[in-house]
């Protein structure tokens, strides 16, 4: 990952609903969320909710997928990794370190 696009990323996370979408969807895993279902829990208007996630897709940190009528919303896992890989990069000298550790990661695998 590059300064520009970890500045976006950061960017993007550093706004409480962002946050708390972005980790909502983390938990929910590869399968996604459905945009409503994340209304919901979040308690974020859905007006809202589509600024929000217009942004974090903007990043990269989230993506889309039309399931009939609905829209899933999927974290990118691979996004995640290189933006904690970019933050680490340096971590403990250069050393590897548990910081660095990303092997056990969710992934997508289909």
């Known amino acids: 990952m590059d300064t520009i696009n970890a500045v976006r990323a950061l960017g993007a996370l550093a706004h409480e609903s962002r946050l708390a979408i972005f980790r909502q969807l983390v938990v929910a895993g590869p399968e996604g969320m459905a945009a ?3 209304a919901q829990q979040l308690g974020i208007s859905p007006s809202g909710l589509s600024f ?3 942004d974090l897709t903007h990043a990269g940190l989230v993506s889309p997928r039309q399931e009939g009528r609905f829209v899933i919303y999927t974290a990118n896992f691979d996004a995640m990794t290189s ?3 970019f933050l680490t990069e340096n971590c403990c000298s250069g050393a590897s370190c548990a910081a660095s550790d990303l092997s056990n990661c969710c992934r997508d695998e289909t």
């Open 52 to 54: 929000h996630l217009k």
């Open 36 to 38: 409503g279902e994340i």
């Open 83 to 85: 933006l904690i890989g």
